[in-house]
T-cell receptor, first 116, second 113 residues
Framework: DTGVSQDPRHKITKRGQNVTFRCDPI?????LYWYRQTLGQGPEFLTY????????KSRLLSDRFSAERPKGSFSTLEIQRTEQGDSAMYLC??????????????FGQGTRLTVV | GNSVTQMEGPVTLSEEAFLTINCTYT??????LFWYVQYPGEGLQLLLK?????DKGSNKGFEATYRKETTSFHLEKGSVQVSDSAVYFC????????????FGTGTRLQVFP
């Protein structure tokens, strides 16, 4: 399977715990995005990497959130001291080049986080 | 700031009916416009896109035309099938180098035989 892969698919955690999600983009894609989707809403942008450089972060990304993309390949998103409001689907997407041109952003199936 | 507004669902139709899902946007510059679809249990998939005014995107019988004068990108299909049942998201990408997508809230389509 050469699509965008996310792991785990589901995560249930207790409030206050730390969680880490992984995204493996399509191998030649240099652009990687994280989005968050809550029930009944569209995905909201969290952060963007071009290769290993994190070039933009949304104000939604509080200081409890950190994302990395070492070596410009896979990426991790960590949430520290989780809160119930963090419960959502976390989506990863990747693309090569600008989506305004003849390229497409491919999405993974997401990691569903439930904080209890 | 940039935003997308789309009609609330669910939209319930019989098979072979005509579909319209309205989408309007607010943006600075010249964004590209997209429709994404999310089938049950699957990830978001690009359905169609248009990168400049008056462009028409089309795929799988779906069409949408980029109307700059009305800031709209309405999704249409002449004859829906049960297999089209899904959630449809309208989105725009900013004209910055980031190309992040800004999505509407999604419209659930239910097609009955």
């Amino acid at each position: 399977d050469t699509g965008v892969s996310q792991d785990p698919r589901h995560k249930i955690t207790k409030r206050g715990q730390n969680v880490t999600f992984r995204c493996d983009p399509i191998s030649e894609h240099n652009r990687l995005y994280w989005y968050r989707q809550t029930l009944g809403q569209g995905p909201e942008f969290l952060t963007y990497f071009q290769n290993e450089a994190q070039l933009e972060k949304s104000r939604l990304l509080s200081d409890r959130f950190s994302a990395e993309r070492p070596k410009g390949s896979f990426s991790t998103l960590e949430i520290q001291r989780t809160e119930q409001g963090d419960s959502a689907m976390y989506l990863c997407a990747s693309s090569v080049g600008r989506t305004a041109m003849n390229t497409e952003a491919f999405f993974g199936q997401g990691t569903r986080l439930t904080v209890v | 700031g940039n935003s997308v507004t789309q009609m609330e669902g669910p939209v319930t139709l019989s098979e072979e009916a005509f579909l319209t899902i309205n989408c309007t946007y607010t943006a600075t510059g010249y964004p590209s416009l997209f429709w994404y679809v999310q089938y049950p249990g699957e990830g978001l998939q690009l359905l169609l896109k248009a990168t400049k005014a008056d462009d028409k995107g089309s795929n799988k019988g779906f069409e949408a035309t980029y109307r700059k004068e009305t800031t709209s990108f309405h999704l249409e299909k002449g004859s829906v099938q049960v297999s089209d049942s899904a959630v449809y998201f309208c989105a725009l990408s900013s004209s910055s180098n980031t190309d992040k997508l800004i999505f509407g809230t999604g419209t659930r389509l239910q097609v009955f035989p």
